[in-house]
């Protein structure tokens, strides 16, 4: 059984910085990538940014780049994504996803079948 846990999220300043956890279990296909993906109410999820579990290649959605960076450490199965300088606007549902590795088609989430339960991000002063 494929497993997602996601932590790390809270409350923080604009500008400030959080760093959000996946813990992965349970998949076993070489020729994949997790993503992060966000959600505010009543709008349209987001692909945040992207990271093959292969060569560890990475993508980021334009309104992200230069803040947040996306690693992951393979022997414990874990994705991260450290978030800086958080605006207002980042605000929002945090989830990982994992699945097949679909190149750029990565941000697009009917892609991913294996969804993480979510953290709360809030930037508010």
């Known amino acids: 059984q494929v497993q997602l846990v996601e932590s790390g999220g809270g409350l923080v300043q604009p500008g400030g910085s959080l760093r959000l956890a996946c813990e992965v279990s349970?998949?076993?296909?070489?020729?994949?990538?997790t993503t992060w993906f966000r959600q505010v109410p009543g709008k349209e999820r987001e692909g945040v940014a992207c990271i093959s579990n292969v060569d560890g290649r990475t993508n980021y959605a334009d309104f992200v780049k230069g803040r947040f960076t996306i690693s992951r450490d393979s022997a414990k199965n874990m994705v991260f994504l450290q978030m800086n300088n958080l605006k207002p606007a980042d605000t929002a549902v945090y989830y990982c996803a994992v699945d097949f590795d679909v190149g750029r088609a990565w941000s697009r989430g009917e892609y991913y079948h294996h969804w993480g339960q979510g953290t709360q991000v809030t930037v508010s002063a």
């Open positions: 349970g998949f076993t296909v070489s020729y994949s990538a």
